[in-house]
C-alpha cells in the first residue's frame, strides 16, 4: 500500500585487538597506610578502550573488582590496602582488564609491592606551668615494632621532644609526633599540651591594726 516507516541509530566499531597495561605509582616505596595507585596504559588496534576491571587482590579475592564504563589513557586508579605492622612488605597481585568491546578483552597481571607503615600514639599530656623546667615528653611512641626514628614539632618542643613552656607561651598548643621508619614509610599522632600562667601573689592587710586587735588579711 505504500507505508513506509524506518529508524536509525549509530553504532561504534572497536578494534579487536585491545592490548591490557598500566603502571603502579610509584614503582617502589608503597606503604600500607597510604592508598596504592596505577595508571591506565592499555590501547587497541583501533578505536578505544570501552571497558576496564581492577581486580587488586587477585589470590586472596579473585571475584572482587571495580570496573570503570569510561576509561581514558593515563587515567589514574587508588586503591587503600590493609594498613598492617608485620611482616615488613606484603605482595598483591593485580589483574587488569580491557575490553574495545563486549567480548574482545585482553589481562595483564602484575605484582605490588606494599611496605609495613608504622603505628603512633600520643597520651593525653598534663598541663605545664608557663616557668616550670622543661619537660622531656615521653607520652608518645611507635606501636608497630618497626625500626626507625621520630621527632617532634610544634611550638616550644626539641626535635627530640624536650618541651620549653616559657618559649611555647600561655595557652593551648598542639605538638606533633612523627615517625619515619627505615623503610621511608611515616605515620604522625598529634596532642595538646596547656601551659598555665605564672600565678602573681599579693596581699593586703585591713585596718585598724590595734596591738590588741586581730589583723585581716586579704
Known amino acids: 500500500a505504500g507505508c513506509v516507516d524506518s529508524t536509525a541509530k549509530n553504532f561504534t566499531v572497536n578494534g579487536s585487538i585491545p592490548v591490557a597495561d598500566f603502571a603502579i605509582l610509584p614503582t617502589n616505596g608503597l606503604c600500607s597506610n597510604r592508598p596504592a595507585q596505577i595508571q591506565n596504559k592499555s590501547t587497541v588496534d583501533f578505536g ?14 579473585p571475584t572482587v573488582f571495580d570496573v570503570d564504563e569510561e576509561p581514558a589513557f593515563n587515567k589514574i586508579y587508588s586503591h587503600q590496602y590493609p594498613n598492617f605492622q608485620s611482616p615488613l612488605t606484603r605482595n598483591f597481585r593485580i589483574r587488569f582488564r580491557a575490553f574495545s568491546g563486549g567480548t574482545c578483552v585482553d589481562d ?14 600520643f597520651l593525653p599530656m ?15 611512641s611507635e606501636l608497630g ?29 598542639t605538638l606533633r609526633y612523627t615517625f619515619t621508619a627505615n623503610n621511608g614509610c611515616t605515620m604522625f599522632s598529634e596532642q595538646t599540651i596547656e601551659v598555665w600562667p605564672r600565678p602573681v601573689a599579693d596581699f593586703v592587710s585591713l585596718l585598724p591594726s590595734c596591738e590588741k586587735n586581730a589583723v585581716g588579711f586579704t
Do not use: M
Not at 126 to 140: K, M, N, S, W
Not at 160 to 170: D, I, Q
Open 145 to 173: 615494632g618497626l625500626a626507625g626514628t621520630g621527632v617532634f614539632s610544634g611550638p616550644g618542643v626539641s626535635a627530640t621532644g624536650l618541651f620549653n613552656p616559657a618559649v611555647a607561651g600561655v595557652g593551648t598548643h
Open 48 to 61: 578505544s578502550i570501552t571497558r576496564v576491571e581492577i581486580y587488586w587482590d587477585l589470590d586472596n579475592n
Open 108 to 121: 595483564e597481571i602484575k605484582t605490588i609491592t606494599i611496605n609495613a607503615s608504622p603505628l603512633t600514639q
Open 126 to 140: 598534663p598541663a605545664i606551668c608557663l616557668d616550670a623546667v622543661p619537660r622531656q615528653i615521653t607520652e608518645a
